[in-house]
């Protein structure tokens, strides 16, 4: 009984399957080629990580978003002290006596975002004047500007946020969350975009298409050129099968290197970024996401290329075509988001789309984050006296430019579960047309 | 180009039931072409059992009859059988078969026993087994004592050794090498045409192919001659000798005066022709090979001719195929 | 010669033996032995006469012109290298789509279109751009053919054992290294250089201009001509370096594109996320586009100095000869 199991066309399968995926793996291990590869795609976004770990560990230069810092007049009280005592900031007779002046730092980074309970449902109410200068009395915020935004509560900030066009509308009452910690949001928002900016363009697209277009290319085609295949198709196995196992020999080699690198930057950037605790647990959700995003692109290049090979002899001609074709798409898709629907027609533009669901799940208040360095910069321009010191937060226009929605108008889940269906339906089809171009093809040589 | 969805595969899925009562072998009127150039042409015959020899000169079609047995080419007509199987459109009678291709590419980078059990796994052995059976053939072949070593240090003859073990490492009843003797120095080809004569005693099918004849006589007396993509005979060489006596044969004497002699034997009526290529050289030309061959010592003595070497040039393979394919 | 003769001292010689084998010494002196006559035929021995080839052997730059006209005329002629056939109609459609503003131009002066013309016409920017913009020339066009045309260079006469032809002949392998440079440099040139020649000369005829119009933008046309060499030597340079290195055909394409992308790319992704293009100097393209900028006098997109770009651009093509010549130096003649 057990040994008829042993040997029953099922377990024969599976012999021949991890004969010929090992047999592959081997045959990469041999080659030089293989480890510069993998080698220069370590590096290259090592040498990355360290522009990243060089960011984090510069001190930014607070900036003074409401310009309560200056002492105007010059009586060595700061703005926002005489304001909170109801003195004349531009007065040099008028300040509060018998108070020690606040050091001016003390008036830089006073007023910190207070937006953590801020849900998407449609209407949310957040904000608390920390610094007290909207709640006080004084010559900066007039009665009619406590409640700029109608609420009829005074002082706090209302957030609109449409579901139907994605759009977040922060309408604020005068003098609320206007001058919160640069560094702190810097941090966080150059954090994210470097683990956007690096995982999609970095991961998903440069390894994703190189990885394959090196290491897949030649999967059959060298092997027909050598005259190697001779020995293999000689076999009792049929050749669809020798493809599939062919691509699982170059999987072994491929997957472990994508989950290592995506586990050390994961570690990089989950000890090295801003953070209360020890480590960043949270950012392994994104990781993950771009962890499967490379994968599944990995595979369904794979699958193309080595299609490709058997296709022709100059297989690489397309190849590289191909891969012009998914830059475009890229940009196309780190651009335009989901919303432009030119990239459903590419690999790269679905594997993105895993990132940037993995991305709205991890970072659910991602808009919001971007929107509140926006607006804080509006809020400083329409402020400013001191010319060009204005404009968004640190890190706001990288982490704009590197998010992007989905654009399936699904759940987050559910879009990065079509998005992984329609990668493994692509692989599918490669190889389905690569199987059937190997069983038609004579081998003669 | 059109996907050829034809090949079905049945060995991934369904166990193969041989069928015992097809022949090994059988080419039903194949013909391939390249393009406008026919590689073979109505090729017809059956085998089973025994070592076989296809002889051909370069380019005769003996590559493209084993690419045809090996399912890596698609006849352009006719059929081909592996054991009743159709080999291009189901690879699951390769599981009885072992193949020797002509190349000489092949995986550099491993020990042979590695290569070995490697593709003995591909026939779904698994790895104790497969590292069984392939110290067992290495052995067989006589390289049990550097089968740890890479095979890119292996000499040309070595190299063909591992490739017939790989070939045997599944006890194949059909085993096809193609040129197994090309390329090996004179110890390397008695010890291969050894190992072939053995498997031969032991029952299998052997189609062995060359174009070097003497070769392929000391292995086996079955051959198949092709020449130009055609099938010029087939049989025992002894049958196919007797049947070349119905063709003019050859009979060459040294002697001293070739022309005294000519004289004597051009009364034997049996001869048809004569000719002196040159000095101490006399050519009988017949059809009754066995008659001219009783007559000539009788004539030889009488008219005391100094002759020093009798011998005819017909009676060994090589001048059969020579004949066969249309040369001298 | 007697039988005590032989002394433990005695030479060990042929004759000696021989005596005592037919234990001579009690006889006559004559030694004798029958030796078998041959009844073959004797054997005939060809008498070999070398002769020396006695002709003069042409100069050198003549054999390298002919390795050099062997893979130029390949492109267009049969007889010569083969090219693939799929090769030479990328070749032909990326030469049309450089001449595309050559086309804009002669539109503009043939409709009198004079907004057209302000787009296309010659000036700085269209000069630069012509050799040194990113879409779709640098993206699509100069990479893609560099990268069609080193493929096989090197590595297809590694694999077909076809070094050997030139090796065994009077060839040193600086030329046979130089001449395959050449001949990938020169088609890039025509490309890059040619078509940007074409589109200054066109745009002179259609609109009749002067002298004093050449003589303003006469060097801007040789700065922009300038980057164009450059251009084409380095990704000549790197083409080849990693055609040297392999043996397949698929990795010195490949490779070339992944470096010049690659390299690209990511400086691309440390500007977009620290606003910091130093990163730039590892990308080939990068660096001489800024070279080039700098040398033009027009607007530059990068922020660190541009003699960095230079001193990159310089070690990038020393790294690149470098590892050619050595690896060309060491090649094995040997079908691989």
């Given at each position: 009984?057990?040994?008829?199991?042993?040997?029953?066309?099922?377990?024969?399968?599976?012999?021949?399957?991890?004969?010929?995926?090992?047999?592959?793996?081997?045959?990469?291990?041999?080659?030089?080629?293989?480890?510069?590869?993998?080698?220069?795609?370590?590096?290259?976004?090592?040498?990355?990580?360290?522009?990243?770990?060089?960011?984090?560990?510069?001190?930014?230069?607070?900036?003074?978003?409401?310009?309560?810092?200056?002492?105007?007049?010059?009586?060595?009280?700061?703005?926002?002290?005489?304001?909170?005592?109801?003195?004349?900031?531009?007065?040099?007779?008028?300040?509060?006596?018998?108070?020690?002046?606040?050091?001016?730092?003390?008036?830089?980074?006073?007023?910190?975002?207070?937006?953590?309970?801020?849900?998407?449902?449609?209407?949310?109410?957040?904000?608390?004047?920390?610094?007290?200068?909207?709640?006080?009395?004084?010559?900066?915020?007039?009665?009619?500007?406590?409640?700029?935004?109608?609420?009829?509560?005074?002082?706090?900030?209302?957030?609109?946020?449409?579901?139907?066009?994605?759009?977040?509308?922060?309408?604020?009452?005068?003098?609320?969350?206007?001058?919160?910690?640069?560094?702190?949001?810097?941090?966080?928002?150059?954090?994210?975009?470097?683990?956007?900016?690096?995982?999609?363009?970095?991961?998903?697209?440069?390894?994703?298409?190189?990885?394959?277009?090196?290491?897949?290319?030649?999967?059959?085609?060298?092997?027909?050129?050598?005259?190697?295949?001779?020995?293999?198709?000689?076999?009792?196995?049929?050749?669809?099968?020798?493809?599939?196992?062919?691509?699982?020999?170059?999987?072994?080699?491929?997957?472990?290197?994508?989950?290592?690198?995506?586990?050390?930057?994961?570690?990089?950037?989950?000890?090295?970024?801003?953070?209360?605790?020890?480590?960043?647990?949270?950012?392994?959700?994104?990781?993950?996401?771009?962890?499967?995003?490379?994968?599944?692109?990995?595979?369904?290049?794979?699958?193309?290329?080595?299609?490709?090979?058997?296709?022709?002899?100059?297989?690489?001609?397309?190849?590289?075509?191909?891969?012009?074709?998914?830059?475009?798409?890229?940009?196309?898709?780190?651009?335009?988001?989901?919303?432009?629907?030119?990239?459903?027609?590419?690999?790269?533009?679905?594997?993105?789309?895993?990132?940037?669901?993995?991305?709205?799940?991890?970072?659910?208040?991602?808009?919001?984050?971007?929107?509140?360095?926006?607006?804080?910069?509006?809020?400083?321009?329409?402020?400013?006296?001191?010319?060009?010191?204005?404009?968004?937060?640190?890190?706001?226009?990288?982490?704009?430019?590197?998010?992007?929605?989905?654009?399936?108008?699904?759940?987050?889940?559910?879009?990065?579960?079509?998005?992984?269906?329609?990668?493994?339906?692509?692989?599918?089809?490669?190889?389905?047309?690569?199987?059937?171009?190997?069983?038609?093809?004579?081998?003669?040589? | 180009?059109?996907?050829?969805?034809?090949?079905?595969?049945?060995?991934?899925?369904?166990?193969?039931?041989?069928?015992?009562?097809?022949?090994?072998?059988?080419?039903?009127?194949?013909?391939?072409?390249?393009?406008?150039?026919?590689?073979l042409t109505?090729i017809s015959f059956?085998l089973?059992g025994g070592v076989t020899g296809v002889l051909g000169m370069n380019g005769a079609g003996k590559s493209?009859l084993f690419?045809?047995?090996?399912?890596?080419?698609?006849?352009?007509?006719?059929?081909?059988?592996?054991?009743?199987?159709?080999?291009?459109?189901?690879?699951?009678?390769?599981?009885?078969?072992?193949?020797v291709?002509e190349?000489?590419?092949?995986?550099?980078?491993?020990?042979?026993?590695?290569?070995?059990?490697?593709?003995?796994?591909?026939?779904?052995?698994?790895?104790?087994?497969?590292?069984?059976?392939?110290?067992?053939?290495?052995?067989?072949?006589g390289?049990?004592?550097?089968?740890?070593?890479?095979?890119?240090?292996?000499s040309k003859g070595?190299?063909q050794r591992?490739?017939i073990?790989?070939?045997?490492?599944?006890?194949?009843?059909?085993?096809?090498l193609d040129e197994p003797l090309q390329g090996c120095d004179p110890l390397a080809r008695t010890s291969i045409m050894n190992v072939i004569r053995e498997l031969g005693r032991m029952?299998r099918t052997v189609l062995v192919s060359s174009h070097i004849l003497h070769e392929i006589e000391r292995i086996t007396e079955q051959i198949v001659i092709l020449h130009n993509g055609r099938l010029l005979a087939l049989g025992n060489s002894h049958a196919i000798r007797e049947m070349l006596d119905q063709h003019p044969h050859k009979i060459s004497i040294t002697c001293e005066d070739p022309k005294a002699l000519a004289k004597d034997v051009i009364d034997i009526e049996e001869v048809r022709g004569l000719s002196i290529p040159y000095a101490n050289n006399l050519i009988i030309e017949t059809q009754h090979f066995g008659v001219v061959h009783a007559k000539l010592p009788g004539i030889i003595v009488d008219n005391s001719h100094k002759v020093s070497q009798i011998d005819s040039p017909d009676d060994d393979l090589q001048s059969i195929l020579r004949y066969l394919t249309g040369g001298s | 010669m007697?039988?005590?003769?032989?002394?433990?001292?005695?030479?060990v010689t042929g004759q000696s033996r021989m005596d005592s084998a037919w234990g001579s010494g009690g006889g006559d002196e004559v030694v004798s032995a029958n030796v078998a006559q041959a009844t073959v035929e004797s054997g005939q021995i060809f008498e070999q006469i070398y002769q020396?080839?006695?002709?003069?052997?042409?100069?050198?730059?003549?054999?390298?012109?002919?390795?050099?006209?062997?893979?130029?005329?390949?492109?267009?002629?049969?007889?010569?290298?083969?090219?693939?056939?799929?090769?030479?109609?990328?070749?032909?459609?990326?030469?049309?789509?450089?001449?595309?503003?050559?086309?804009?131009?002669?539109?503009?002066?043939?409709?009198?279109?004079?907004?057209?013309?302000?787009?296309?016409?010659?000036?700085?920017?269209?000069?630069?751009?012509?050799?040194?913009?990113?879409?779709?020339?640098?993206?699509?066009?100069?990479?893609?053919?560099?990268?069609?045309?080193?493929?096989?260079?090197?590595?297809?006469?590694?694999?077909?054992?076809?070094?050997?032809?030139?090796?065994?002949?009077?060839?040193?392998?600086?030329?046979?290294?130089?001449?395959?440079?050449?001949?990938?440099?020169?088609?890039?040139?025509?490309?890059?250089?040619?078509?940007?020649?074409?589109?200054?000369?066109?745009?002179?005829?259609?609109?009749?201009?002067?002298?004093?119009?050449?003589?303003?933008?006469?060097?801007?046309?040789?700065?922009?001509?300038?980057?164009?060499?450059?251009?084409?030597?380095?990704?000549?340079?790197?083409?080849?370096?990693?055609?040297?290195?392999?043996?397949?055909?698929?990795?010195?394409?490949?490779?070339?594109?992944?470096?010049?992308?690659?390299?690209?790319?990511?400086?691309?992704?440390?500007?977009?996320?620290?606003?910091?293009?130093?990163?730039?100097?590892?990308?080939?393209?990068?660096?001489?586009?800024?070279?080039?900028?700098?040398?033009?006098?027009?607007?530059?997109?990068?922020?660190?100095?541009?003699?960095?770009?230079?001193?990159?651009?310089?070690?990038?093509?020393?790294?690149?000869?470098?590892?050619?010549?050595?690896?060309?130096?060491?090649?094995?003649?040997?079908?691989?």
């Amino acid at each position: 009984m057990m040994s008829e199991k042993m040997n029953s066309v099922w377990s024969k399968l599976d012999r021949k399957a991890t004969a010929i995926a090992e047999f592959t793996m081997r045959q990469y291990r041999t080659r030089i080629s293989t480890w510069v590869v993998l080698g220069v795609g370590l590096g290259s976004m090592l040498l990355v990580a360290l522009f990243y770990a060089d960011a984090m560990n510069t001190q930014i230069e607070a900036i003074d978003n409401d310009q309560d810092s200056y002492d105007w007049d010059g009586d060595g009280y700061p703005t926002g002290q005489e304001v909170i005592h109801g003195t004349d900031p531009y007065n040099s007779n008028s300040y509060p006596i018998g108070i020690e002046p606040d050091p001016r730092e003390k008036w830089i980074n006073e007023d910190d975002f207070n937006w953590d309970n801020a849900s998407f449902a449609q209407i949310s109410k957040v904000g608390y004047d920390d610094d007290g200068d909207c709640r006080r009395e004084g010559q900066l915020v007039s009665q009619s500007q406590k409640d700029n935004n109608g609420d009829s509560i005074p002082c706090n900030i209302v957030l609109i946020y449409s579901n139907y066009s994605q759009v977040l509308i922060i309408s604020s009452d005068g003098n609320v969350d206007e001058d919160p910690d640069d560094e702190k949001y810097a941090k966080e928002a150059l954090h994210r975009a470097f683990i956007l900016g690096v995982g999609k363009m970095g991961i998903v697209y440069l390894l994703g298409i190189f990885l394959p277009l090196f290491l897949a290319t030649g999967l059959i085609r060298d092997e027909m050129t050598n005259g190697t295949m001779h020995f293999m198709i000689a076999k009792p196995i049929a050749r669809g099968e020798i493809l599939v196992y062919r691509m699982l020999g170059y999987l072994g080699i491929v997957w472990p290197f994508l989950i290592g690198l995506c586990l050390l930057m994961s570690l990089l950037t989950g000890f090295m970024g801003p953070s209360e605790s020890f480590f960043r647990l949270s950012d392994l959700a994104i990781w993950f996401t771009i962890c499967i995003a490379a994968m599944l692109v990995t595979l369904v290049y794979g699958a193309i290329f080595s299609t490709f090979g058997i296709l022709w002899k100059q297989g690489v001609v397309l190849a590289i075509i191909l891969a012009a074709w998914e830059l475009g798409m890229a940009f196309v898709s780190v651009l335009a988001g989901g919303d432009s629907a030119i990239q459903k027609f590419s690999v790269i533009g679905w594997g993105l789309m895993i990132v940037d669901a993995g991305a709205a799940m991890t970072w659910p208040d991602m808009a919001m984050f971007i929107e509140m360095g926006e607006w804080v910069g509006k809020q400083s321009c329409d402020r400013s006296t001191l010319g060009d010191e204005c404009g968004p937060l640190i890190g706001n226009e990288p982490l704009r430019f590197f998010s992007s929605g989905h654009g399936l108008g699904v759940t987050n889940w559910v879009a990065a579960l079509i998005a992984s269906l329609v990668l493994i339906f692509q692989a599918a089809a490669a190889w389905f047309i690569g199987q059937s171009l190997f069983k038609g093809k004579e081998m003669d040589d | 180009m059109m996907p050829d969805l034809s090949q079905v595969g049945e060995a991934e899925t369904k166990e193969w039931v041989p069928d015992n009562t097809a022949p090994v072998v059988m080419f039903d009127n194949v013909s391939k072409q390249y393009g406008r150039i026919n590689a073979l042409t109505s090729i017809s015959f059956a085998l089973s059992g025994g070592v076989t020899g296809v002889l051909g000169m370069n380019g005769a079609g003996k590559s493209t009859l084993f690419k045809l047995m090996m399912g890596k080419i698609k006849p352009s007509a006719g059929e081909v059988k592996l054991f009743g199987q159709n080999p291009w459109k189901n690879t699951a009678p390769y599981a009885r078969v072992g193949f020797v291709p002509e190349h000489e590419k092949m995986h550099d980078w491993m020990t042979a026993l590695d290569f070995i059990t490697t593709f003995a796994r591909l026939h779904g052995l698994t790895r104790d087994e497969a590292e069984k059976e392939a110290t067992r053939v290495l052995n067989f072949v006589g390289l049990g004592d550097v089968m740890l070593k890479q095979i890119g240090r292996f000499s040309k003859g070595m190299r063909q050794r591992v490739k017939i073990a790989h070939a045997l490492v599944n006890d194949p009843e059909l085993i096809i090498l193609d040129e197994p003797l090309q390329g090996c120095d004179p110890l390397a080809r008695t010890s291969i045409m050894n190992v072939i004569r053995e498997l031969g005693r032991m029952g299998r099918t052997v189609l062995v192919s060359s174009h070097i004849l003497h070769e392929i006589e000391r292995i086996t007396e079955q051959i198949v001659i092709l020449h130009n993509g055609r099938l010029l005979a087939l049989g025992n060489s002894h049958a196919i000798r007797e049947m070349l006596d119905q063709h003019p044969h050859k009979i060459s004497i040294t002697c001293e005066d070739p022309k005294a002699l000519a004289k004597d034997v051009i009364d034997i009526e049996e001869v048809r022709g004569l000719s002196i290529p040159y000095a101490n050289n006399l050519i009988i030309e017949t059809q009754h090979f066995g008659v001219v061959h009783a007559k000539l010592p009788g004539i030889i003595v009488d008219n005391s001719h100094k002759v020093s070497q009798i011998d005819s040039p017909d009676d060994d393979l090589q001048s059969i195929l020579r004949y066969l394919t249309g040369g001298s | 010669m007697s039988e005590g003769d032989i002394a433990a001292s005695t030479p060990v010689t042929g004759q000696s033996r021989m005596d005592s084998a037919w234990g001579s010494g009690g006889g006559d002196e004559v030694v004798s032995a029958n030796v078998a006559q041959a009844t073959v035929e004797s054997g005939q021995i060809f008498e070999q006469i070398y002769q020396p080839w006695r002709g003069i052997l042409n100069p050198r730059w003549m054999r390298n012109w002919a390795i050099l006209r062997h893979h130029l005329l390949g492109v267009v002629k049969k007889g010569h290298r083969p090219w693939g056939i799929f090769i030479r109609l990328a070749l032909l459609i990326i030469l049309l789509a450089s001449c595309s503003d050559v086309l804009l131009i002669l539109l503009a002066g043939v409709i009198g279109e004079n907004e057209l013309y302000s787009m296309f016409g010659v000036n700085r920017d269209n000069l630069y751009g012509h050799v040194l913009g990113f879409f779709p020339r640098n993206v699509l066009y100069y990479p893609v053919i560099a990268a069609l045309l080193v493929g096989g260079m090197i590595s297809d006469d590694r694999s077909h054992g076809t070094s050997a032809l030139y090796f065994s002949r009077p060839i040193s392998r600086l030329d046979y290294a130089s001449m395959k440079f050449l001949s990938i440099a020169i088609i890039l040139f025509i490309f890059i250089n040619g078509t940007l020649a074409l589109y200054y000369f066109t745009e002179i005829l259609v609109m009749g201009r002067g002298w004093s119009w050449i003589i303003d933008t006469f060097p801007s046309f040789l700065t922009a001509f300038f980057g164009g060499i450059l251009i084409a030597f380095t990704y000549t340079a790197i083409g080849l370096a990693l055609s040297s290195v392999s043996k397949g055909r698929f990795f010195p394409g490949i490779g070339l594109i992944a470096v010049i992308m690659g390299t690209r790319t990511l400086a691309a992704i440390v500007n977009g996320l620290f606003d910091k293009t130093i990163l730039y100097v590892i990308s080939p393209f990068d660096c001489v586009a800024h070279v080039t900028q700098a040398l033009m006098g027009i607007e530059m997109t990068y922020d660190h100095p541009w003699t960095w770009s230079l001193a990159s651009i310089i070690a990038i093509n020393g790294l690149a000869l470098y590892v050619l010549a050595t690896r060309i130096s060491s090649l094995e003649v040997t079908r691989e």
